[in-house]
């Protein structure tokens, strides 16, 4: 007796331990095996464990809440069904394990695999396990990717990169389908949890969207189980390492897709829809798996098509709808991956111990290797469908189930013919896997020396076609009971009566049985020499290849079309996308605005100050003539931008917001000095020479730019206005107003704000800064001007000539250059030190504070790098803006990380005052401490960013005169 | 009256900006963006509506009426959008020299038409 939370240890295992594998060192071959083995033996115990709970046909649930408000939550869920599931999953898997430490050479990287190994598993246990519909997808797309990356695992081959990403791709579109069935049939239901969907079936079947739901879950369902025709990733696949076939591509992940179509199988069957889709496609695959598998050359190859085969068995057994077809099915999923589990096994054994899987190469292999010849000749017979073999007793179900009448239909009466088909075909190729590997002999020497293969390589395959040998002999009393719990819980209370027994007696099913087997071996014997020569794959078909289809197609979407569309769509050229986006936002906004009632009724009260006014007519002109001049005449531009700003700052003052003018004066004058710094490496610009047509087109663009503008403008004066001129509704603001001294400890709101109640955002701003400031920084060391830039500019060279004494690096005109001014701003320098110090202390109570403090300090650097030259300052001063960034980031940090030692959440402040002798009491906030990182970090960014635009001037001179004089050496 | 002329001036120097930004060469569109950032920071400003003389700094005594003083809130966050605001204006200037130095170029493209 287990309880449910076993349930999530199942999945969860594996995925820790494929973490733990994956830490492991890459020659860590025993631990890996013993690691993996230890935890698929564990959940073979666990799953086995929990057999008692489920044997009477219930289902053991657990459920742990993820996304309540959505309704979702994570359900594990186990019955008999999903329990065979289970069991086969670890068992092999367990069985793989072993086989796997025998198999891959040292070479390989090993922890690699084993952690895509474990994590496949647990993804696979999660599909079976899942007992809600979204949760099962994840877990299934889970298996594609791990799938993907197994099929890959060697990745230094072509053909290992091409299948995984052809597994990838169609299983990735089917897992894509199987959501959108899923989140229909959610959608219907209104549940996505198992349990409560497989009791809607009527309600589902009966519904409108019944058809989309079917398209969309078979074709999960079929890209999954390689079903027509989607078939071609799985032979593509077997480029993946042996194990991985073995468990993945035969036992697993493959059976996903006829393991879905089970568990749906209560809800989704029975319609005339669901027999003719899943009937025809099973019957196609089934037959032309069944040929294709006959020509291979590759044994791996021959396996693959057979299990396509099988599959399409599965699936057609499904399609019929009678119960009696449902239990077959199951029986086969069982029996299919015991005996194909064994003989892809015994594939890699023969690879591995030969050198070559083509059978055009080998032969003989019996007496080097006659243990496990003989157990692939067991698998094989099980494969044919041999009596006394489990695969004979899931095929005369299987026959019997074909003869029945299920539905009006052609598809229904060519069945028997087609299963007798089939069945024969499928005797030929096994007939000729071990004619062409164990007998005769090889037609030139192989790679290797053949030999046994070591024991424990061995045992998985014999554990295996024990199996097979004993569910052949006493079904009943082997897996009787276990097949029995699984049928029940599939079927319910439509559980039919079945009977396991080897021998019914002379009926039609063993007829049919005993014409596929002489007809398998007749036409073995006719077409033995052909195959014993032939090239791979069989006769006509050979031209038509999935795979070619597949690629062509891949490359006309994601390569032709997108090309196309990107050629058509998209643009490298900056105008017309910021048209564009220019266009959409005035669209957008527009739209928006067009049914409310933008404007009110305008009132035209209050006062009129004409001072006010006067100063805007004064900015708007400032603004248009700015916009006007800013091609030919970048200062005049420069100057009326300013303009602008400053009737900006003004603005600020006028309407209460002392901060912001402080603020907005400062950053002002830092920006024209930088731009002024950055004008010198603009080239001089000239009117364009253009033809008249040229000259027309021209005009027009920046009619329609102008006509988007004006747009713009009016759209954005008209919101304006629409929003000042009605009340304000209530807002958070009056929270911070009332509780900025009580809480924050300070009297200025704005700055409260920013550093206390904001802090964690103003943090984040400044970080944002001192990024910048950097990148400007790095940018600019690898700046190279353009080669009409270098050298003196225009002005300079006319002046030099205008000197009357010529001396290099200037002459009398620029040798006491602005030398009052200069003086002055010399002395400047403590004063305005001075007033940075009382705007950062005085920050917290009146306007100031660490931001415009940073910057009024940065501005004193500035003039004395104006008024003695770069060299000068950095002679008498220490400038390390970068480290001032460093320390401002810290500081705040270090601010707010201190309030997780007192136990409170990051940045929260503590506030109060100190009294210092002479100045007296001084707002002493925890929140300064973080101030002075802002303005540590606010000083640092504009300082760095001035002086490394500053600096370019004197390092191209450094550097042209470095040339010049090299030059002179040399002559 | 203050209302609409503050709203005619934010009109005046976004259609402005966004005239300049429309532009091919990188000085416009750095003064275009500079012109639409005054617009944009007067428009959140805005926001907290207009009143003269009567400034978030509390006189420190007792009682807060929060009806006696402006919204405070508009203005922590264009205080912020000033300073980024340089920043950005700070970036592009050096990305546009740089893209002048490599490409020869003060086409916004890179490279003339």
Redesign the interface.
């Known amino acids: 007796m287990l309880g449910g939370a076993t349930l999530i240890w199942m999945i969860v295992l594996p995925f820790v331990a494929s973490a733990v594998a994956a830490l492991l060192p890459s020659n860590a071959r025993n631990a890996e095996a013993w690691l993996s083995g230890t935890v698929m033996l564990a959940i073979l115990i666990m799953v086995m464990m929990a057999y008692p709970d489920i044997a009477a046909g219930n289902a053991v649930r657990q459920s742990v809440s993820w996304m309540p408000e959505l309704g979702l939550e994570l359900v594990f869920r186990i019955d008999g069904f999903a329990w065979m599931f289970a069991m086969l999953i670890s068992g092999i898997g367990f069985l793989v394990v072993i086989y796997t430490r025998y198999y891959m050479s040292p070479e390989d990287p090993i922890p690699r695999f084993y952690m895509f190994f474990l994590a496949f598993a647990g993804s696979m246990l999660g599909v079976v396990l899942s007992g809600n519909l979204i949760q099962l997808v994840i877990f299934w797309e889970l298996t594609s990717i791990f799938s993907f990356l197994l099929i890959g695992y060697w990745y230094h081959n072509a053909a290992a990169r091409d299948g995984a990403r052809m597994s990838l791709t169609v299983t990735g579109i089917g897992g894509m389908a199987l959501l959108g069935g899923m989140l229909l049939i959610g959608h219907v239901v209104g549940s996505y949890d198992l349990d409560e969907v497989l009791a809607s079936g009527d309600l589902l079947r009966e519904h409108d969207l019944y058809r989309p739901i079917l398209i969309l879950v078979l074709l999960g369902a079929f890209t999954k189980s390689a079903q027509f025709p989607f078939q071609f990733w799985l032979p593509n696949a077997m480029a993946a390492p042996t194990p991985v076939s073995a468990f993945l591509h035969s036992a697993t992940m493959v059976k996903a897709g006829v393991f879905l179509m089970a568990r749906m199988w209560p809800v989704l069957a029975g319609t005339y829809e669901w027999f003719f889709v899943v009937g025809l496609a099973g019957m196609i695959t089934l037959v032309l798996g069944a040929f294709f598998s006959i020509f291979q050359q590759d044994i791996k190859g021959l396996l693959a098509y057979s299990t396509i085969s099988h599959l399409g068995l599965i699936t057609m057994l499904l399609s019929l709808g009678s119960p009696l077809g449902a239990v077959a099915a199951i029986f086969h999923m069982m029996n299919h991956a015991t005996f194909k589990a064994s003989l892809f096994m015994a594939a890699g054994i023969i690879d591995h111990e030969t050198g070559t899987r083509d059978m055009r190469r080998l032969g003989g292999l019996l007496s080097a290797m006659p243990i496990t010849a003989t157990l692939a000749m067991v698998a094989s017979a099980a494969m044919a469908g041999v009596p006394l073999l489990n695969g004979f007793l899931s095929k005369e179900m299987f026959f019997a189930e074909a003869i029945e009448h299920h539905a009006d239909s052609w598809l229904d009466t060519i069945a028997p013919y087609a299963a007798v088909i089939a069945s024969a075909f499928a005797v030929t190729y096994s007939i000729r896997f071990i004619h062409s590997v164990f007998f005769g002999a090889a037609p030139e020497p192989l790679p290797r020396e053949p030999h046994e293969p070591p024991f424990f390589m061995r045992l998985p395959v014999f554990l295996l076609v024990l199996i097979c040998l004993i569910v052949g002999v006493v079904p009943g009393r082997t897996v009787g009971p276990y097949l029995h719990s699984a049928v029940v819980s599939v079927l319910g209370d439509s559980t039919p009566y079945y009977s396991l027994a080897v021998w019914h007696g002379f009926t039609l099913p063993l007829m049919m049985s005993i014409v596929a087997l002489v007809a398998g071996a007749l036409m073995f014997l006719t077409i033995r020499s052909y195959l014993a020569t032939s090239e791979e794959g069989p006769p006509y078909f050979r031209r038509i290849n999935g795979q070619r289809i597949f690629e062509q197609v891949m490359v006309t979407v994601s390569w032709r079309w997108a090309r196309f569309l990107e050629g058509w769509l998209g643009t ?4 017309p996308q ?2 564009l986006m ?1 266009a959409i936002a005035l669209i957008a906004a527009i739209l928006t605005l067009w049914r409310g009632p933008l404007l009110p009724e305008i009132r ?1 009260a ?4 004409v001072v ?2 006067i100063l ?1 007519v004064i ?2 002109a400032c ?2 003539g ?2 006007y001049q ?2 030919f005449h ?1 200062l005049v ?2 100057m009326l ?1 300013s303009g ?2 400053l ?2 700052c003004i ?2 003052v ?7 003018a402080l ?2 004066l400062l ?1 002002e004058v ?2 024209t000095v ?2 002024l710094l ?1 004008l010198r ?3 001089q ?1 000239f009117a364009d020479v253009e033809t008249p047509v040229q000259a027309f087109w021209s005009r027009l663009r920046r009619y329609r ?2 006509a ?3 747009a ?10 629409a ?3 009605r009340q ?1 509704p209530q ?4 929270y ?3 509780n ?2 009580p809480l924050g400890g300070g ?4 700055n409260v ?2 550093v206390d109640f ?1 802090g964690f ?2 943090f984040g ?1 400044i970080t ?2 001192g990024i ?2 950097i ?2 920084f790095v ?2 060391r ?6 009409e ?1 270098v050298g003196s500019t225009q002005q300079q060279r006319h002046q030099s000539a205008d000197d009357p004494v010529a001396m290099p690096g200037g002459g009398t005109i620029v040798a006491d250059y602005l030398y009052v001014p200069a003086v002055i701003m010399q002395w400047l320098f403590p004063v305005i030190v001075v007033l940075s110090a009382y705007l950062f202390l005085r920050g917290h ?3 100031g504070g660490g ?1 415009v403090a940073g910057i009024a300090l940065a501005s004193a650097f500035i003039l004395q790098y104006l008024a003695a030259g770069t060299r000068w300052v950095e002679e008498r001063l220490r400038v390390l803006p970068v480290k001032w960034i460093g320390w401002g980031l810290l500081i705040a940090a270090a601010t707010g990380i201190g309030s997780w030692a007192l136990g409170y959440p990051f940045l929260t402040s503590h506030a109060q005052y100190v009294e210092l002798p002479v100045i007296g009491k001084v707002p002493a906030a925890t929140a300064l401490f973080f101030d002075l990182g802002v303005f540590a970090l ?1 000083l640092g ?2 300082v760095l ?1 001035l002086i ?2 500053a600096h370019q001037s004197i390092r191209k001179l450094r550097a042209a005169k470095t040339a010049a004089l090299a030059e002179q050496e040399v002559q | ?25 990188t ?2 569109v ?3 963006l ?2 639409i950032a ?2 944009v ?3 959140i ?16 005594s007792g009682i ?1 009426d ?1 009806a006696a ?5 508009p ?2 966050l ?3 959008a ?10 592009f ?6 893209a ?3 490409t ?3 086409h ?2 890179g490279r003339e038409p």
């Open positions: 490298r050229r900056l105008q910021l048209r220019v035209l209050g006062s009129t100050d006010f006014t805007w900015g708007m603004a248009i700015a916009a800013a091609k970048r531009a420069l931008m602008a700003g009737i900006t603005t600020f006028w309407l209460s917001a002392p901060d912001l603020t907005q950053v830092v920006t930088l731009i950055g490496w603009l080239p610009r730019d102008f988007m503008a004006i713009c403008g009016l759209g954005m004066a008209m919101i304006s206005y929003v000042m001129v304000p807002t958070i603001a009056d911070f107003v009332e900025a001294y009297t200025n709101v704005v704000i920013l904001r955002d103003t701003e944002v800064l910048v400031a990148t400007v940018l600019l690898r700046f190279r001007p353009a080669p830039s109570d009146l306007p931001f606010v960014a504009t960013m490394a635009l | 009256m203050t209302e609409l002329t503050l709203s005619l001036g934010i009109g005046v120097l976004v259609g402005s900006g966004v005239w300049l930004l429309l532009r091919p060469r000085y416009q750095i003064v275009g500079s012109l005054y617009g920071n007067l428009f400003f805005s926001m907290g509506r207009l009143r003269s003389g009567v400034p978030p700094v509390l006189d420190g807060v929060p003083y402006t919204d405070p809130v203005q922590a264009v205080l912020t000033i300073v980024i605001g340089f920043a950005t204006t700070a970036l200037l050096v990305v546009l020299l740089v002048r130095g490599l020869g170029s003060d916004v493209d």
